[in-house]
């Protein structure tokens, strides 16, 4: 099959769980003997033409928070339309108002929903009620729409009245790695906490920020993430922060991994999620987690780790001070993890059921 995927920044993914899904996906994709190719914007993706098999089409868009993403689209979509593609991928509920062009030429369209945007705290109002409105073109413009969680899932079931298709994020059998690189940095391996993402008000880092400056302990908090449009957001995280506290920016490859590999606990104290891979990657390296208790967090986690009551800092502080005097339960909930997430999310699965959607299409079932 010829297959386009619209709607991510772009691959190589650096940050962002949607670019992540479409890398893995993308890749092995290829490998199962498709074409794929996978539209990037030229300020994420540095690769030019292909990327471990993917053909890769850099298309411009004015990045702005509000601009970025629908100009892309709009913007790529007459190279899609004068394509011969099989299918046109689409990721997240903004791209999904394009959903239906494709349709027009003949092609099959597909959406994959990661998350319920308009919830996210950066949109304004306007932007707010856009979203909410993709929920429809969602549902209704492609002729297939893919969610990543069962909350998701339950969701449109009980605003739209429609069962739509769940497949979930993945992982990978990582590689635990020694702490080489983070040493460099000046990080002491198995003294600190953890925290993996955007630095997005949604994302919750206030919450620890808030917590971790109450706690007596002498483990550093490491913070991994970068700005999204966030810029104010990020200051105030700054500003709140000690010396004890390290900000990253983004990381990614050897060194993300050692710091997962070393972490005492990973912490996702988070408001919103579709289903969070940094969850999924910290879970696979057997970290000790603690979440807050959204359904799309509890979804992942389940018995395998520990959770707090969403935007509590008074409940996220005890939760830490209780794993902190707990190693022995930190460690066998680390493992516990590690063999539940190994087993259940496995992007290979994923391929394998997406790919099966598609033939399903050009079937015409």
Not at 50 to 61: A, D, F, I, N
Not at 164 to 173: A, D, K, Q, R, W
Not at 238 to 248: C, D, I, Q, T, Y
Not at 305 to 331: K, S
């Amino acid at each position: 099959m010829k297959i386009a995927m619209l709607g991510q920044k772009g691959i190589p993914a650096t940050y962002g769980g949607i670019e992540r899904h479409v890398e893995e996906l993308s890749t092995r994709l290829v490998e199962r003997g498709h074409e794929v190719t996978v539209y990037c914007r030229p300020y994420y993706s540095q690769v030019k033409d292909e990327y471990r098999g993917v053909k890769l089409v850099r298309v411009p868009s004015v990045p702005t928070k509000h601009l970025d993403t629908a100009t892309h689209c709009g913007m790529a979509l007459p190279h899609i339309l004068a394509r011969d593609y099989d299918i046109v991928h689409i990721h997240a509920l903004g791209p999904s108002m394009f959903a239906n062009l494709p349709r027009l030429r003949g092609m099959r369209s597909v959406v994959t929903v990661h998350g319920l945007d308009w919830q996210r705290e950066k949109w304004g109002t306007f932007a707010k009620w856009v979203l909410r409105r993709c929920e429809y073109t969602a549902v209704a413009f492609p002729d297939r729409t893919i969610v990543v969680s069962k909350a998701l899932r339950d969701y449109f079931n009980q605003t739209r009245d429609v069962i739509l298709t769940y497949i979930p994020n993945g992982t990978v059998l990582p590689h635990v790695r020694e702490p080489e690189k983070i040493r460099e940095l000046g990080i002491d391996p198995g003294n600190y906490m953890l925290f993996v993402g955007r630095l997005v008000p949604e994302k919750g880092c206030h919450y620890l920020l808030d917590a971790y400056r109450r706690l007596d302990t002498d483990l550093e908090l490491i913070i991994a993430g970068g700005t999204s449009f966030s810029t104010e957001y990020v200051d105030s995280l700054h500003a709140k922060s000690g010396e004890r506290v390290r900000f990253l920016g983004y990381v990614y490859g050897d060194v993300l991994d050692e710091l997962y590999s070393n972490a005492r606990i990973f912490v996702l104290p988070s408001d919103i999620e579709g289903l969070p891979i940094a969850l999924l990657e910290a879970m696979s390296f057997g970290n000790c987690c603690l979440t807050s208790d959204i359904p799309e967090n509890l979804e992942v986690i389940g018995d395998c780790g520990a959770t707090f009551r969403q935007g509590d800092v008074d409940d996220l502080t005890a939760r830490l001070e209780q794993l902190l005097a707990n190693p022995q339960r930190c460690h066998a909930m680390g493992d516990r993890a590690r063999r539940h997430v190994l087993e259940t999310y496995d992007w290979d699965g994923v391929t394998l059921h997406t790919e099966a959607i598609y033939y399903s299409l050009l079937r015409g079932f």
